[in-house]
């Protein structure tokens, strides 16, 4: 705490010190002995055994064993977590300064004269000390106002009881709030593990449906390849085919573009005698080159490859239904198939009675 540059700033140092002396959790000034937690922060041994207690129902002192484990709380002024041994409240350390203070205080205000003025005075009757409580109108006032007064037939009591009181009934709510606090933080810790987790989750199922699509590409791949090398393999023994047709033919046109211009000489030759010495064979072999004119073919439709169409449609019907499932639905599905295959079992056992 600084202490100094508080006295200074403030008009009256004893107000401040007061202020800088008060508990957070009963708003009253410390009492023996004073802890201080893990932050720096200071608090009544009582207000900080309550608290913890409060946020700690099921904690018990475990002294006698040899387990390390405690429980948590959090600090009242800066919501700092303090994480407590196996002693609880007990483990946290004393602080002697703020105690020797708060003596050096008390007798200090003790010696010193009440001065005027530090006394709420009552609006109505300027001279009169605000020193009762209205239970009625639930307000403090003064004597005067309870015997002349607006508080004449209202029912009073003494106001250091009705402060007390109230003041631990404030306390009460305060360590109530704190603990209510720390539960909403325990529950947003608990979301924040779950959006944690679901994630993770989320992460690992796309993780494994990606691969399980991969494979699927993959098979895809392997019987595309396979196909099309089966559509090349037909490709290339047709075209092989027809190629060794065209060669054929295309010798049967040379022989037969020679034998034509060996004729064409024939018939230009004025000599009969020469010309017959050559013709009888020249005819031969133009007979028997068209006779040879005969060969292969190929059938009507031979250039199709019809027969290598696919019908995907079933395929694409059972890729478009591809969805998550679950369990029971294949169970289900395993049942009816169970309960059809049980039926025509029955039907084929009645027929063969008969």
């Given at each position: 705490?600084?202490?100094?540059?508080?006295?200074?700033?403030?008009?009256?140092?004893?107000?401040?010190?007061?202020k800088q002396l008060?508990?957070?959790?009963?708003?009253?000034?410390?009492?023996?002995?004073?802890?201080?937690?893990?932050?720096?922060?200071?608090?009544?041994?009582?207000?900080?055994?309550?608290?913890?207690?409060?946020?700690?129902?099921?904690?018990?002192?475990?002294?006698?064993?040899?387990?390390?484990?405690?429980?948590?709380?959090?600090?009242?002024?800066?919501?700092?977590?303090?994480?407590?041994?196996?002693?609880?409240?007990?483990?946290?350390?004393?602080?002697?300064?703020?105690?020797?203070?708060?003596?050096?205080?008390?007798?200090?205000?003790?010696?010193?004269?009440?001065?005027?003025?530090?006394?709420?005075?009552?609006k109505e009757h300027?001279?009169?000390?605000?020193?009762?409580?209205?239970?009625?109108?639930?307000?403090?006032?003064?004597?005067?106002?309870?015997?002349?007064?607006?508080?004449?037939?209202?029912?009073?009591?003494?106001?250091?009881?009705?402060?007390?009181?109230?003041?631990?009934?404030?306390?009460?709510?305060?360590?109530?709030?704190?603990a209510g606090n720390?539960?909403?933080?325990?529950?947003?810790?608990?979301?924040?593990?779950?959006?944690?987790?679901?994630?993770?989750?989320?992460?690992?199922?796309?993780?494994?449906?990606?691969?399980?699509?991969?494979?699927?590409?993959?098979?895809?791949?392997?019987?595309?390849?396979?196909?099309?090398?089966?559509?090349?393999?037909?490709?290339?023994?047709?075209?092989?085919?027809?190629?060794?047709?065209?060669?054929?033919?295309?010798?049967?046109?040379?022989?037969?573009?020679?034998?034509?211009?060996?004729?064409?000489?024939?018939?230009?030759?004025?000599?009969?005698?020469?010309?017959?010495?050559?013709?009888?064979?020249?005819?031969?072999?133009?007979?028997?080159?068209?006779?040879?004119?005969?060969?292969?073919?190929?059938?009507?439709?031979?250039?199709?490859?019809?027969?290598?169409?696919?019908?995907?449609?079933?395929?694409?019907?059972?890729?478009?239904?591809?969805?998550?499932?679950?369990?029971?639905?294949?169970?289900?599905?395993?049942?009816?198939?169970?309960?059809?295959?049980?039926?025509?079992?029955?039907?084929?056992?009645?027929?063969?009675?008969?």
């Amino acid at each position: 705490m600084d202490y100094k540059s508080s006295l200074i700033q403030d008009g009256n140092p004893m107000e401040n010190l007061e202020k800088q002396l008060i508990c957070p959790i009963c708003l009253e000034m410390f009492t023996k002995p004073v802890v201080i937690l893990p932050c720096q922060h200071n608090l009544c041994r009582k207000c900080a055994s309550d608290v913890f207690q409060a946020a700690n129902p099921y904690w018990t002192n475990r002294s006698s064993s040899l387990s390390m484990s405690g429980g948590r709380f959090r600090c009242p002024s800066c919501r700092h977590e303090v994480i407590m041994d196996r002693h609880g409240v007990y483990g946290l350390q004393r602080n002697l300064l703020v105690e020797n203070i708060i003596d050096i205080y008390k007798q200090e205000c003790s010696s010193r004269p009440l001065q005027k003025g530090s006394h709420p005075m009552c609006k109505e009757h300027e001279d009169e000390k605000i020193n009762i409580y209205c239970l009625t109108c639930e307000v403090p006032t003064c004597s005067m106002c309870k015997v002349f007064g607006a508080h004449q037939a209202c029912e009073v009591a003494p106001l250091q009881s009705v402060f007390q009181g109230q003041k631990t009934e404030l306390s009460n709510c305060v360590s109530m709030l704190v603990a209510g606090n720390d539960r909403v933080q325990t529950i947003i810790t608990q979301l924040e593990d779950s959006c944690r987790v679901t994630k993770e989750n989320s992460h690992q199922v796309k993780e494994e449906l990606s691969q399980k699509f991969d494979t699927l590409y993959a098979i895809l791949d392997e019987k595309k390849s396979e196909l099309l090398q089966r559509i090349t393999r037909e490709q290339e023994e047709k075209l092989g085919f027809i190629e060794a047709l065209i060669q054929q033919y295309r010798g049967q046109l040379d022989k037969s573009t020679k034998l034509v211009e060996t004729a064409i000489q024939s018939l230009d030759e004025p000599g009969g005698a020469t010309f017959l010495l050559s013709a009888k064979e020249l005819i031969r072999s133009i007979v028997d080159a068209s006779k040879g004119c005969q060969l292969g073919k190929i059938e009507q439709g031979f250039e199709n490859m019809d027969y290598f169409t696919l019908d995907l449609e079933h395929i694409v019907d059972t890729l478009r239904a591809i969805d998550f499932g679950t369990d029971e639905d294949e169970e289900e599905f395993t049942e009816e198939e169970e309960d059809q295959g049980e039926e025509v079992s029955t039907e084929g056992k009645e027929e063969g009675h008969q």
